[in-house]
């Protein structure tokens, strides 16, 4: 058998990326694995033999006609067609895209046209349309991203596109020896996007405070980008100096760095997902711009600080809280209500305050899983669900009315409306989107067909999402308070 997987994404993901080959390689033990990157990230692949070819794609060389002054189309198709074919040629058994975007979806059906490859993750149908052709793939369009209820981590994510199920001899490093830890905290002070860590003032304050109650090497990393901001951070005179190593390192020493250290600290990025693959303990720092739970770190004995914004906390309090973590004690009482513990890297995260989204995340879990239905969270739901199943019901009528003549142009004007109405509902009641989401995902999930057999599909999902709402519906709708606009809901 032979795997194509293709994680065009940024370095982070890549190693990600890392557990679920070597799942895919233990399930398949035979298996030719193979996996595409782009070129510039090349050097995040893993190294421990899990991979059969290594492929990489020049984006630069491929995407460059096209920002010229005069754009060449032709020139940049030429070169992508050209690779797809080489792909294509080594007619892969399996293709499994990772990477969540467009170019992907595009380019995996290149390399699967014409072939009898299973695939799974985004590619496109006959007619140039996304498709989405396995659950995995359908559960991160509908549901994950930052604000949404997903409280699955990416790599597990990785691994449900995949088919897999991930252990722990799946995170290993490839390494025959356990490197010693050395008496050194990592502070890492950048990330892909700056909102996604603290400013450099604020990293002063947690590296003065980490001098003062670390007695060993305080070792600050990052990318040339962040050279100026370590600068400023090394620039003060208290006696003890950290270690600048900010621009000064290859990947591959800071991944030997990250192994060896007893903590890093730091926002959402690269070295988090690194860490998790060494199992260094990680304090991270997640602020509103990320999910916590989707790019977390994994690795045992990790703490993730769950903040609104860097002046939540002090400087100090997180000093302490990393020489805490070094020594094994408990947590900082003022950070308590922040903190979200990691038990290990195949456990789910432990909130030790329980956030908001629970029911959706709930809900989730028994639409996608399997798992009980929860209760409903309000009376408002109810309404709310009420006029859901109406809208349900009412487009399942001009359903029925467009398999008697397709071309009734009332049905379908109808069928335009009902799908506004439903963005009115859960704008209402935002705890109806992930049922809402979920339901437009399957509808787009179905082919080109005839539109006899459109309008069959079609129907059979409206049918699915009566069905969920009837488990909440069919006990008895409960006496609702008057709700402020009920009557305007009543109208449509």
């Known amino acids: ?34 996996l595409l990157t782009r070129s510039k990230f090349a050097v995040a692949a893993p190294k421990d033999g899990v991979l059969t070819r290594h492929w990489l794609l020049d984006t630069r060389s491929v995407l460059e006609p096209l920002i010229d002054e005069k754009p060449a189309l032709d020139a940049s198709l030429e070169k992508l067609t050209s690779f797809s074919s080489q792909l294509r040629a080594e007619n892969f058994d399996r293709v499994i895209n990772l990477t969540f975007s467009p170019f992907s979806s595009y380019l995996t059906r290149e390399i699967t046209q014409n072939t009898a490859a299973q695939v799974s993750g985004y590619t496109r149908f006959e007619d140039g349309y996304l498709s989405i052709p396995d659950d995995g793939s359908a559960y991160f369009y509908a549901q994950v991203g930052v604000g949404r209820a997903n409280r699955l981590h990416v790599t597990d994510l990785f691994a449900y596109v995949a088919g897999v199920e991930l252990t722990e001899e799946d995170w290993s490093t490839g390494q025959t020896t356990t490197p010693v830890r050395e008496e050194k905290i990592l502070v890492h002070i950048g990330a892909s996007v ?45 006696g003890r100096e950290p270690v600048n190593l900010v621009g000064k390192t290859s990947l591959d020493e800071l991944f030997d760095l990250i192994s060896r250290a007893r903590l890093l600290i730091g926002g959402d990025s690269g070295p988090v997902q690194i860490a998790s693959i060494t199992g260094t303990p990680v304090l ?13 770190p994994r690795s045992k004995g990790s703490r993730i600080l769950t903040l609104q914004s860097e002046d939540e906390v002090t400087g100090q309090d997180i000093a302490i809280e990393a020489v ?24 789910p995260y432990i909130e030790m305050r329980p956030q908001a989204g629970a029911f959706d995340w709930e809900f989730l879990r028994a639409l996608y899983m399997s798992e009980p239905f929860p209760l409903p969270p309000s009376d408002l739901y109810i309404l709310g669900l009420t006029r859901l ?19 009734n142009k009332t049905a379908g004007a109808i069928l335009d409306r009902a799908d506004e109405i439903m963005n009115q509902i859960t704008d209402r009641v935002p705890e109806l989107a992930p049922l809402v989401r979920w339901f437009r995902t399957e509808r787009m999930r179905i082919g080109p067909m005839s539109m006899e057999n459109l309008i069959t599909a079609t129907d059979a999902i409206h049918a699915r999402m009566a069905d ?7 006990s008895g709708t409960p006496a609702l308070p008057q709700d402020p606009g009920s009557e305007k809901v009543e109208e449509r």
């Open 1 to 34: 058998m032979k795997i194509l997987v293709l994680q065009l994404a940024r370095l982070g993901d890549i190693y990600q990326t890392w557990p679920v080959l070597r799942a895919l390689k233990r399930a398949n033990p035979g298996a030719e694995i193979h």
């Open 194 to 238: 700056a909102g996604k860590t603290f400013s450099w003032s604020k990293w002063l304050q947690v590296v003065k405070h980490l001098l003062q109650a670390y007695e060993g090497e305080v070792v600050l990393i990052g990318s040339k980008e962040e050279v100026e901001q370590a600068s400023k951070i090394t620039g003060f005179s208290s």
């Open 284 to 296: 991270n720092l997640s602020l509103p711009i990320v999910s916590f739970w989707e790019t977390g």
């Open 324 to 347: 805490n973590m070094v020594h094994d004690r408990p947590t900082v009482a003022t950070l308590s209500p922040f903190l979200v513990r990691v038990p290990g890297r195949t456990l």
């Open 389 to 407: 199943d109406e809208v349900n019901t009412l487009a399942r009528e001009q359903i029925e009315s467009l398999r008697v003549n397709a071309q």
């Open 468 to 474: 969920v709402m009837s488990l909440y519906l069919d």
